[in-house]
Nanobody
Framework: QVQPVESGGGLVQPGGSLRLSCTNF????????ISWYRQAPGKQRELVAS???????NYVDSVKDRFTIYRDNAWNTVYLQMNGLKPEDTAVYYC???????????????WGQGTQVTVSS
C-alpha cells in the first residue's frame, strides 16, 4: 500500500537548515513524480518543489537557491534540503505523488500527513 510518510520537521532559527524526508512509496517510486507542498496558516497550499524519476527538478521561485529536492533510489526516499530558512517558510510540509509533472493538486494521487516546519527566533 502506498502511503507517503514525511519526517524531519521541527523548529529552527532564521538562517538555519532542515532536511525533510518522505518515504513509503511502494511500487510507484520509480514511476511517479514526487513533490513537496506546503501550507502556511491561513494560506492556500503551495507547490514548493518536484522531482521526476529521472531527476529533473522544478522549484517555486521563492525557494530557488535555498531548497534542494533529491531522491535516493536505493532507499525509495525523497528529500527536501532546506537552507537559509526564513520565517515565511513556516508551514506544514507535505509530500505527494503524481503520474506526471503538474501544478494541479487534483492529479496528485498520494499524499502524506505532513510535517511542521517552524522558523522562528
Amino acid at each position: 500500500q502506498v502511503q507517503p510518510v514525511e519526517s524531519g520537521g521541527g523548529l529552527v532559527q532564521p538562517g538555519g537548515s532542515l532536511r525533510l524526508s518522505c518515504t513509503n512509496f511502494g511500487s510507484i517510486f520509480s514511476i511517479y513524480i514526487i513533490s513537496w507542498y506546503r501550507q502556511a496558516p491561513g494560506k492556500q497550499r503551495e507547490l514548493v518543489a518536484s522531482i521526476s524519476k529521472g531527476g529533473t527538478t522544478n522549484y517555486v521561485d521563492s525557494v530557488k537557491d535555498r531548497f534542494t529536492i533529491y531522491r535516493d533510489n536505493a532507499w525509495n526516499t525523497v528529500y527536501l534540503q532546506m537552507n537559509g530558512l526564513k520565517p515565511e517558510d513556516t508551514a506544514v510540509y507535505y509530500c505527494a505523488a503524481a503520474p506526471v509533472f503538474t501544478t494541479s493538486e487534483s492529479l496528485y494521487r498520494y499524499w502524506g500527513q505532513g510535517t511542521q516546519v517552524t522558523v522562528s527566533s
